[in-house]
Antibody
Framework: EVQLEESGGGLVQPGGSLRLSCAAS????????MSWVRQAPGKGLEWVAN????????LYVDSVKGRFTISRDNAKNSLFLQMNSLRAEDTAVYYC??????????????WGQGTLVTVSS | SYELTQLPSVSVSPGQTASITCSGD??????ACWYQQKPGQSPVLVIY???KRPSGIPERFSGSNSGNTATLTISGTQAMDEGDYYC??????????FGGGTKLTVL
């Protein structure tokens, strides 16, 4: 059974840092692109970043470029999101999501339960 | 940057057909997918590659994509289908893009 379990969320002051983790199991982690998607309270979904299978390619939404870094450890089946210089507008539930294999086109076929990040003084 | 537009809300009577649309420039030239999200839960993929259903998704869910509009159709809508629905596509300028979401009410 495919499982994605996020951790590391919490309350942080503006300007602070937080590192999110996502533990993957039940599938061959190293062959999938992986993404972080967030959802601000009462708002829609927003893609944040993704990373290629071997970590050689990373893409970010403009609003987090230079502040967030996505990374992965295929040996430990883990995905990470290092978030620096956090702002109030980064407050959201952050989901770890598996991207479908290329032949299936774009889409996220598995999602974690999400971890809440609150940026407030 | 590329944008996808959805109506904020759609209402449908039980047993009727619900149509949820998603508009974007030349969206028909891209693959669209759809997610269902119920309150307090993570999104669930219900349609990918315009019209394919993942395993476990009921046959009443179908999709189409042509021109500038992708459509999610729910036939014989049930109360359990209430929730928020998001379209998503990939664009070279924006990478992953989501629509703003449509709240489906079954009443």
């Amino acid at each position: 059974e495919v499982q994605l379990e996020e951790s590391g969320g919490g309350l942080v002051q503006p300007g602070g840092s937080l590192r999110l983790s996502c533990a993957a199991s039940g599938f061959t982690f190293s062959i999938y692109w992986m993404s972080w998607v967030r959802q601000a309270p009462g708002k829609g979904l927003e893609w944040v970043a993704n990373i290629k299978q071997d970590g050689s390619d990373r893409l970010y939404v403009d609003s987090v470029k230079g502040r967030f870094t996505i990374s992965r450890d295929n040996a430990k089946n883990s995905l990470f999101l290092q978030m620096n210089s956090l702002r109030a507008e980064d407050t959201a539930v952050y989901y770890c999501a598996r991207e479908m294999l290329a032949a299936a086109g774009p889409g996220f076929d598995y999602w974690g339960q999400g971890t809440l990040v609150t940026v407030s003084s | 940057s590329y944008e996808l537009t959805q109506l904020p809300s759609v209402s449908v009577s039980p047993g009727q057909t619900a149509s949820i649309t998603c508009s974007g420039d030349k969206l028909g030239d891209k693959y669209a997918c759809w997610y269902q999200q119920k309150p307090g839960q993570s999104p669930v993929l219900v349609i990918y590659q315009d019209n394919k259903r993942p395993s476990g998704i009921p046959e009443r869910f179908s999709g189409s994509n042509s021109g500038n509009t992708a459509t999610l159709t729910i036939s014989g809508t049930q109360a359990m289908d209430e929730g928020d629905y998001y379209c998503q596509a990939w664009d070279s300028s924006t990478s992953v893009v989501f629509g703003g979401g449509t709240k489906l009410t079954v009443l």
